[in-house]
C-alpha cells in the first residue's frame, strides 16, 4: 500500500479493462511446512468463501508439494474447509519451499486459470511467495490485512489495514490489474467449521522444472524448540501491559494476574520496544494476532495498530485511569482507575474466587 | 565484494499523533530515523565487509531530507550513498517502489558488480515486508527473505548459507551470488559510529539521483502512475456497537470493583468461568 498516495474521496465509476473481465474466482494458497498445513490457509478459506460467495464465483485452494497421500490429503481438507476446487502441482521439487519453484508454480497457475482474487498468509512463507507473484505477474498486493470485502459497486476487492501511526484504518483497492492480491495474517479471520462430506475437483497441472537448474537447496531444517516459547496466538486467557504500566518494576503484576489464571503475557509495543517484554508477546499488527475467551488490557490505550491483534477476543476487560482512553470504544468491560491498585485486587480476588470452587468441586 | 543496501527514512513511529478532531497523521515536530530494521540490513554488510574487504553503497529513495538517513549510514561506515529523489517517485506502492530501486541498483551495477544487496525486513511504516522480495524479483536475484543469520559466505566459489526464518522452525538454505537478504530483527547489533567515519560522512560528496539517473524509462512503472493499489479510503475505526460497560461502585475501592468485575463476566461469559474452573 501507498501510505503517501492520496485518499481518493468518494465512490469512482470504474470499468475493468475488457482484458481483465476474464479474470474469475477465488483463490487461496494452502501453505504447509513439514507435512502440516498452517491454520491460516483454512481461516482464508472461510474468508474466501464468503468473498467468493458475493461474487457468485468458485473458492479454489492451491496446493504446491511433492507427490504422494500428504499432499493429495491436503487437497482433501481443503474440500473440507471450503474450497470447491484445488489447483495441484505435485513434484519433487516442491518438498520444502523455496521461493523459486513456488513462485514458478504459483504464476503459471494463475496466468493459466486467471483468478480475480488470491489470498496468502501473512507468514515468513506466505509474504516471501506473495512479494514475487505480484512483482512477476505486475499486479497491487496488500498486504497484512485485517478486514476483506468486495465493493458492490465495481466487484473489486477491497481490502482494509491499519495506516501509518496512530488510530486510523485504510481501504485499499487494486483497480485495473488482476488478480487481486492480499496477505493476512493468521487469527485474524475466524477458523471455519469443517465438513468432511464435503467434495470438490481437483486440477492438476505439472512445475515444469528440473532441480539441477535451481539455484537455492535446502540443507537442513531446524524446528524451533517449543516448550519457552510463549504460544499467545492459541492462549485462551492472556493479560497484556502498556506504556500505562510505567515501570518495569510494575510489570510484575501483570505477570502475578496471569499466574493465578494460567494465563499467557501480552505488552503494547511500546513495551516492547522499552525491553520490559520479549518480542514474542507483542500483540497488534506487527506483533501477534491473538483471539482468547478472555483478554484483560492494562495501562493500553486501544490504537489500531494494538486492537487489530486482540479485538476478536471474546470478553475485553480494560484498566486504564483515562475514561476517554479509546480502548473503552471496544472493550467489553472497563474498570476506570489506576492500573497499579486494581490489578493486585483483580489478582486477589480471582484468587479466592478460584479457591472457592475449587473446595466446592 | 560490493553490497547495495536498501535503507528507507521514516518517521519514529512511536511519536506519531492522530489528531483527534481531522483524523490526519500529525508529522510536524516528528523526528525522522532510518527505519529501524534496515539497521540490522547495514550492520549485517558491515560485518561482511569487515571480513571480506569491498565497498558498501547505501541508497534511499525518498524526499531530499532523506539526504540524513544516507549521511547517518556512512558514519556508521558505509562508502557511498546515493539519495534517489524526484517527484515521479512520489505516492509509490510496493510494486512502483521495487521498480525503481531495481532500476537504481541496475544502474549502479554498470559501474561496479554488485554481489549481495540487503534489505530490513519490513519498514514500521508501509509495514508490507513486500519491497525486498520485489526488487529480488525484478534483477533476477536469488531470495533470501527473513534471514536470522549468514552461516557462510564462500567469495572465490561465489556461495552462501543462511539461516531462514520458516514458520515452526528455521531453513538452512545455500544459494549462490548475487543475492538478495531481507534481515530479521535482532539479529546483530549497530556498532557505534567511529569520529573519523562521522567526520567523513558529514563531508562525503553524497550523489543525488534524479529519475533520469535512475535509469527510468517507462514512467508508467513508477510513482503512483505505477502503483496498481489505490487507497480509496482512510477513516477512524468505529466504536464496537456498544461501548464498554464500566465498572463503578459505590466505595470506589478496587477490592469491589473486581467483585463486581468477576460476578458481571461469570454471567455473560460462563466460557469464561468454566475454562478457569477447570485449570484449577
Ligand atoms: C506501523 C506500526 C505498527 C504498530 N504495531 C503495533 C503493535 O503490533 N502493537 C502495539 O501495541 N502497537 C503497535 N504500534 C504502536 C501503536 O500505534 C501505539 O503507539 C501503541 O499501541 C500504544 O501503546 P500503549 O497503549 O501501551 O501506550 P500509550 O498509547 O502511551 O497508552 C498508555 C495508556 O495507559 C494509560 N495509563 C497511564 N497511567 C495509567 C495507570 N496508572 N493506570 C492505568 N492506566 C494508565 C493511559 O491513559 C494510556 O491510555 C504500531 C505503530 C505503527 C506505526
Ligand atoms: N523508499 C525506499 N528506499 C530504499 N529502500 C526501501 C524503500 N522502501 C523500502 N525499502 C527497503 O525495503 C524493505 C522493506 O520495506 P517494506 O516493503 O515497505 O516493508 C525496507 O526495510 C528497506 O530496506
Known amino acids: 500500500m501507498s501510505e503517501t498516495a492520496p485518499a481518493r474521496k468518494g465512490k469512482r465509476k470504474f470499468e475493468l479493462d475488457p482484458r481483465l473481465a476474464g479474470y474469475k474466482g477465488v483463490w487461496v494458497f494452502i501453505e504447509h511446512e513439514r507435512g502440516r498445513v498452517h491454520p491460516v490457509s483454512w481461516e482464508l478459506l472461510g474468508e474466501g468463501r464468503k468473498l467468493a460467495d458475493m461474487l457468485g464465483v468458485a473458492l479454489s485452494g492451491v496446493v504446491l508439494g511433492e507427490p504422494g497421500a500428504t499432499t493429495r490429503n491436503f487437497c482433501e481438507e481443503a474440500f473440507y474447509h471450503g474450497a470447491d476446487r484445488c489447483y495441484l502441482i505435485e513434484d519433487d521439487i516442491l518438498k520444502d519451499y523455496r521461493n523459486e519453484p513456488f513462485t514458478k508454480g504459483m504464476t503459471d497457475l494463475v496466468n493459466a486459470h486467471q483468478p480475480e482474487i488470491l489470498l496468502l498468509g501473512a507468514t515468513t512463507q506466505g509474504r516471501d511467495l506473495a512479494g514475487s507473484v505480484a512483482t512477476t505477474l505486475q499486479t497491487g498486493l496488500t498486504a497484512d490485512c485485517t478486514g476483506l470485502t468486495i465493493d458492490p459497486d465495481n466487484r473489486s476487492l477491497a481490502a482494509t489495514r491499519p495506516t501509518f501511526g496512530g488510530s486510523l484504518l485504510c481501504t485499499i483497492v487494486t483497480l485495473n490489474y488482476r488478480p487481486q492480491m492480499a496477505t493476512v495474517r493468521p487469527r485474524v479471520m475466524a477458523m471455519p467449521a469443517r465438513d468432511e462430506s464435503r467434495r470438490g475437483a481437483i486440477v492438476e497441472h505439472p512445475l515444469n522444472m528440473v532441480e539441477a537448474n535451481i539455484i537455492t537447496k535446502v540443507l537442513e531444517y531446524i524446528p524451533d524448540a517449543m516448550q519457552d516459547k510463549p504460544q499467545l496466538p492459541f492462549a485462551d486467557i492472556i493479560v497484556s501491559g502498556g506504556r500505562g504500566m510505567k515501570k518495569p518494576e510494575n510489570f510484575q503484576l501483570i505477570w502475578d494476574l496471569a499466574q493465578v489464571l494460567g494465563a499467557e503475557v501480552g505488552a503494547s509495543r511500546p513495551v516492547v520496544q522499552a525491553g520490559w517484554a520479549d518480542l514474542e508477546r507483542q500483540v497488534g499488527q506487527s506483533g501477534k494476532t491473538v483471539r482468547p475467551k478472555l483478554y484483560i488490557a492494562a495501562g493500553i490505550s486501544g490504537a489500531i495498530q494494538h486492537r487489530v491483534g486482540m479485538e476478536a477476543s471474546d470478553c475485553i476487560v480494560a484498566i486504564n485511569n483515562d475514561p476517554n482512553a479509546p480502548i473503552f470504544d471496544f472493550a467489553t468491560f472497563g474498570i476506570v482507575g489506576n492500573a497499579m491498585h486494581i490489578l493486585p485486587a483483580l489478582t486477589e480476588t480471582f484468587r479466592q474466587q478460584l479457591a472457592t470452587t475449587k473446595i466446592a468441586s | ?280
Open chain 2, 1 to 280: 565484494m560490493h553490497i547495495v543496501v536498501c535503507i528507507k527514512q521514516v518517521p519514529d513511529s512511536a511519536q506519531i499523533r492522530v489528531h483527534p478532531v481531522t483524523n490526519t497523521i500529525m508529522r510536524q515536530g516528528v523526528p525522522a530515523i532510518i527505519n529501524p530494521y534496515d539497521l540490522f540490513a547495514l550492520e549485517e554488510a558491515l560485518r561482511l565487509k569487515d571480513k571480506f574487504g569491498g565497498t558498501i553503497t547505501v541508497i534511499t529513495m525518498g524526499p531530499p531530507q532523506a539526504e540524513a538517513a544516507l549521511r547517518k549510514a556512512l558514519s556508521f561506515g558505509a562508502d557511498d550513498a546515493i539519495l534517489v529523489t524526484d517527484r515521479a517517485f512520489a505516492g509509490a506502492d510496493t510494486l512502483a517502489t521495487s521498480c525503481a530501486l531495481a532500476s537504481v541498483i541496475r544502474q549502479i551495477q554498470n559501474n561496479m558488480p554488485v554481489d549481495m544487496v540487503f534489505t530490513g525486513k519490513q519498514t514500521i511504516d508501509g509495514d508490507t515486508a513486500q519491497v525486498g522480495p520485489g526488487v529480488a524479483k525484478r534483477l533476477g536475484l536469488q531470495l533470501l527473505s527473513y534471514v536470522s543469520r549468514i552461516a557462510a559466505v564462500d567469495v572465490e566459489q561465489r556461495e552462501i548459507v543462511v539461516q531462514r526464518r520458516a514458520e515452526g522452525g528455521v531453513q538452512v538454505l545455500k544459494t549462490a551470488l548475487p543475492c538478495l537478504v531481507t534481515m530479521l530483527e535482532g539479529t546483530n547489533e549497530m556498532r557505534f559510529a567511529t569520529m573519523p567515519n562521522m567526520f567523513r560522512a558529514a563531508r562525503h560528496p553524497l550523489k543525488v539521483w534524479d529519475k533520469d539517473a535512475a535509469g527510468i524509462e517507462d514512467m508508467t512503472k513508477i510513482g503512483l502512475k505505477g502503483s496498481p493499489t489505490v487507497v480509496s479510503k482512510v477513516f477512524a475505526p468505529t466504536p464496537k456497537s456498544a461501548r464498554a460497560e464500566i465498572i463503578a461502585v459505590e466505595s470506589g475501592e478496587p477490592k469491589d470493583m473486581a467483585v463486581t468485575l468477576l460476578a458481571k463476566m461469570f454471567t455473560r461469559f460462563p466460557q469464561i468461568e468454566k475454562q478457569l474452573t477447570q485449570q484449577a
